[in-house]
């Protein structure tokens, strides 16, 4: 099963989604995730060991992306190759087959219409092991709402890029924070700050997908 795991970490991490892509040319023509997931499937390998995987592979390029070392498009190619794995996950995740760690729900502050930056935060916290609710761009404090409610103990990730969105995830936090005191906020994006997080109110600011998992780690 430690084979299965480092096989998957190394193509999740350099970015090699199947044996036909190019991508990384020193892999060309091995098997890619897709691959080494529907074998190990199956041969009856646990999901669970899947999973690991991709946690294995995105916490490498995670680490090396919050280093300097990795560019946003490594981490959307290594994003890519943890999606095919997902998808050969998907029939035991819907059957509650594998365990997620927790529940993030994130979205793009309302009036923003960003979203790069909150794909590869979902994109990373996935391969981590938690369950993401994408609420999408433009979110309305109410959506942010409704979806705590229909999922007690979530984690809300707030993502803004524009300076005059901001004091839209202000008044965001601050009705989340009114309704469900409880509730661990995470916010992130180009012109936000730890002074803002403090601010506000929020409980961390994410200045690259990696912490942010990292976070979320430390507090499930």
Known sequence: MQ????KLALCIAKGKISRSAWFPP???DQDGADEIAAEALKNGIDP???LKGCMVGMDRVGKDFSEGKAFVAHLIISGEAMNVVMKQIKPFLESDQVKHKGKLVIGTVAGDLHDIGKNLVSMMIRGAGFEVIDLGMDVPTSKFLEAIDQNPGCFVGLSALLTTTMRNMESSVKEIKEKYPDTKVLIGG????LDFCTRIGADFYSPNPHEAVEYLNTNV
């Open 190 to 193: 180009a012109p936000i700050t």
């Open 48 to 50: 669970d060991v899947l």
């Open 26 to 28: 020193d892999m060309k």
């Open 3 to 6: 084979d299965v795991v480092e």
